[in-house]
């Protein structure tokens, strides 16, 4: 297999995603520098920052943050959409690592207990083989140590939302999720993670499932965020 690698790589020398030049060896997906330049949002250094301000009042919660900020035809657009429809889910752990290591020096986790990741309608995710936000999950257990839970599920599937206002995209999400076993969220500090945060109606469904089976905390993280 290892002798196939090495051929494959000698024929297909892997390219970065964003700047399509030759990675070195012990780079994936996207080279260091590409990966440095990404502009991270630094949302969690401010008191009721830009993504925080889509919550209050809606739901209570401890912080919130977007690391990356997302616009479209960026080299971060680039990536997510890489992980999300090109089959390249892994990019999910390396970005989720990233943005945990760099954010667990600043105690952005200090008190979480369980990181909750937002899913996908089951046939949606059988169809694309994956689920981003649990590489995302996976991504920020290996830098953290805090356990997963892939307790939440999604109960209906909603419409695409691009084609939407903001009160119907708000009425198209509620009610989507459910928690399946209380017990993994009843007193606990959940980290609720989804990948990229827009108008927050995903996440508004979500907390509220969550709620319901009564955490002692909750913070909110994704992996990038609009602005
Ligand atoms: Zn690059």
């Given amino acids: 297999m290892t002798l196939l690698n090495d051929l494959l790589n000698i024929l297909f020398p892997p390219k970065c995603h964003v700047c399509d030049g030759q990675l070195a060896t012990h780079e994936r997906f996207a080279c260091t520098r590409c990966l440095s330049k990404l502009p991270r949002s630094g949302f969690h250094r401010r008191k009721l920052n830009p993504m925080e301000e889509r919550f209050a009042g809606i739901f209570p919660f401890r912080r919130g943050t977007g690391y990356f900020l997302y616009s479209r035809g960026s080299a971060v657009s680039t990536l997510i959409q890489d992980m999300k429809y090109r089959r390249f889910p892994s990019i999910g752990n390396m970005l989720g690592e990233i943005a945990a290591t760099e954010l667990m020096e600043e105690g952005f986790f200090t008190g979480v207990e369980v990181i909750v990741p937002v899913p996908m309608h089951r046939w ?50 509620s009610g989507l999720f459910r928690v399946k076993d209380p017990e993994e969220i009843k007193g606990r500090h959940v980290l609720l993670l989804d990948d990229v945060c827009t108008t927050g109606s995903t996440l508004i469904s979500a907390a509220e499932a969550i709620w319901q089976s009564e955490p002692s905390d909750l913070t909110l993280f994704t992996l990038a965020v609009t602005f």
């Fill in 124 to 173: 949606k995710q059988m169809n694309r083989g994956y689920n981003q936000t649990h590489r995302i999950a996976a991504g920020i257990s290996s830098a953290t140590g805090i356990p997963v839970s892939l307790t939440l599920r999604a109960i209906r599937s909603h419409r695409t939302q691009t084609a939407l206002s903001r009160d119907e995209r708000l009425a198209n999400t």
